[in-house]
């Protein structure tokens, strides 16, 4: 249709979350009709972000620096870790700004179906900074999947002996949410972790 290499570009594109073929080809036909003002930026944005980036080897975030600039903060909560999935969910936590801490990043969640174990995730080095010392609470703010479940108690049960603190963030009634078209699982996680009223 239009050359092998626009063909390259619309696969590649097809890779990405989110865009399938038809995505691919609209997308690759945006950039392609501005090439100077979308596509060379952005080939140099994806260039240099690939040189650059790296995984923190303290916390496993994506950042030009290693420590990556949340563990580097001063400012932040040293003894409060929050232990996420993956950098997305580091990501949205840090934008919606309700956690002033450090954070862990496991890679994944523990799956029989999948095959991932516990050596595929990051959860002895997680070990190994709380039994540094300096950690006081980790909070475990994995999915409310199986898999989610089953990751967070295997992690609980490996700080056990540690004495540090382990919580899992609250589970339930998102806001806004009407409790009629909940599912029965997110009913009886609200229900269960229910606390008293402010006064």
């Keep these: 249709m239009g050359g092998p290499e626009l063909d390259r570009l619309i696969s590649l594109l097809a890779r990405l979350p989110g865009l399938g073929p038809r995505s691919a080809r609209r997308v690759a036909l ?3 009709q501005d090439p100077g003002g979308r596509m060379l930026p952005l080939a140099n944005a994806l260039a240099a972000a690939a040189a650059a980036v ?3 080897s303290v ?3 994506l950042d030009s620096t290693d420590p990556c600039a949340i ?3 001063p400012h932040r909560e040293q003894g409060l870790v929050c232990v996420v999935e993956g950098v997305g969910d580091l990501w949205a936590i840090e934008r ?3 956690h002033r801490g450090q954070y862990h990043i496991l890679g994944g969640t523990l799956s029989a179906l999948g095959g991932t174990g516990p050596d595929d995730l990051s959860i002895a080095q997680l070990v190994a900074r709380v039994e540094a010392g300096q950690v006081s609470e980790v909070i475990l703010a994995l999915g409310a999947t199986v898999d989610g479940a089953a990751t967070a108690h295997y992690v609980a049960d490996r700080l056990e002996r540690s004495g540090v603190s382990v919580t899992r963030v609250a589970q339930g009634v998102p806001m806004g949410g009407a409790l009629e078209v909940l599912d029965d699982g997110t009913l009886m996680a609200a229900l ?3 606390r008293a009223l402010p006064k």
């Design 30 to 32: 945006k950039l392609l």
């Design 54 to 56: 790296r995984t923190c």
């Design 59 to 61: 916390c496993g975030n």
């Design 71 to 73: 563990c580097a903060d």
């Design 96 to 98: 919606a700004g309700a």
């Design 192 to 194: 269960r972790a229910r």
